[in-house]
């Protein structure tokens, strides 16, 4: 993973919330409050940009990668059609022991400015720096 990847912006850009994605997802997740949760969920910030955003822009190697956790704080629902700007940013990049950390943060606004979602992403790469 580089270290110097922190602070860096992997992408930003305008996303519609489209009907047909949280149909999708209440459909995949299939539960009676399937509905609700989709509009909650409808994005994984990661891979806004892309699969290989987040792993060139930290230089991750897949081969020794973990997802280790995802941390939400929701300040409302997504609303169906609406449009959202979206910020991936790498928020930190750390070495603990002989792994490596890399932290990455999407941030959802409404097209006001005003926060919809902000999602922490901890990935892992074991066995240290190249």
Do not use: C
């Given at each position: 993973?580089?270290?110097?990847?922190?602070?860096?912006?992997?992408?930003?850009?305008?996303?519609?919330?489209?009907?047909?994605?949280?149909?999708?997802?209440?459909?995949?997740?299939?539960?009676?409050?399937?509905?609700?949760?989709?509009?909650?969920?409808?994005y994984f910030g990661a891979v806004i940009g892309g699969e290989s955003t987040v792993?060139?822009?930290?230089?991750?190697?897949?081969?020794?990668?973990?997802?280790?956790?995802?941390?939400?704080?929701?300040?409302?629902?997504?609303?169906?059609?609406?449009?959202?700007?979206?910020?991936?940013?790498?928020?930190?990049?750390?070495?603990?022991?002989?792994?490596?950390?890399?932290?990455?943060?999407?941030?959802?606004?409404?097209?006001?400015?005003?926060?919809?979602?902000?999602?922490?992403?901890?990935?892992?790469?074991?066995?240290?720096?190249?």
């Open positions: 993973m580089r270290e110097d990847a922190k602070g860096t912006t992997l992408i930003e850009d305008e996303l519609s919330v489209s009907t047909a994605t949280l149909q999708a997802m209440d459909k995949a997740i299939g539960t009676p409050s399937a509905g609700d949760t989709a509009t909650l969920v409808p792993v060139d822009g930290l230089g991750l190697d897949l081969s020794r990668a973990l997802l280790a956790g995802i941390g939400y704080e929701w300040h409302r629902a997504f609303v169906p059609d609406e449009r959202v700007r979206v910020r991936v940013v790498v928020e930190d990049v750390y070495t603990k022991g002989a792994n490596q950390f890399g932290i990455v943060v999407a941030e959802f606004a409404d097209l006001d400015g005003a926060p919809v979602q902000r999602q922490s992403i901890t990935f892992i790469e074991r066995g240290g720096s190249r």
